[in-house]
């Protein structure tokens, strides 16, 4: 008899346990979820088909790019993969939870345009060029033109 409320009091430990492990692990989850929805454009962004990515926080606005630091702190910049150049944002206005306009110049300052980026749900983010240059990447030793339309995947 013994043996048997030894048993039940080891399966109670370990119910206890996991209890107490899955309870904390919702509780980090549901902390991760709320934070990325209080400020959905902050991240790194991706797009495969290009090797581009993008750095955001519209909303503090303290992004600085690897490497070059002298730009001081930026709402975030546009990347190519094994390159160094980018296109810097300048400027952010967040429209809504799911819209917001920005100004990009080119790192030597000779290219500018103004863009729309549209969330669709929490890890799809839409870059449509407007007014101003075409956005141009170095790739194998040439000026790569992107398309006016780039999706990007939350990474």
């Known amino acids: 008899m013994i043996y ?33 929805s209080d400020k959905p454009f902050k991240g790194r962004f991706e797009n495969e088909e290009f090797k581009v990515y993008l750095v955001l926080n519209l909303h503090d606005q303290n992004v600085k790019v690897p490497g070059q630091e002298i730009y001081g702190e930026l709402p975030g910049y546009l990347g190519k993969r094994n390159n160094s150049f980018c296109w810097l944002i300048t400027a952010s206005e967040v429209k809504s939870k799911s819209k917001a306009n920005v100004e990009l110049i080119n790192e030597y300052g000779s290219e500018d ?10 890890s ?16 194998k030793g040439k000026w790569q033109k992107l398309p006016s339309t780039l999706t990007f995947k939350r990474k």
């Open 124 to 139: 799809i983010l839409t870059l449509k060029q407007g007014e101003g240059s075409d956005i141009k990447v170095p790739n």
């Open 4 to 36: 048997v409320c030894y048993i039940c009091t080891q399966k109670e430990e370990i119910m206890r346990k996991r209890l107490l492990f899955m309870t904390f692990v919702l509780f980090n989850f549901s902390a991760i979820l709320a934070q990325k």
């Open 113 to 122: 345009l103004c863009a729309t980026l549209t969330l669709k749900g929490d």
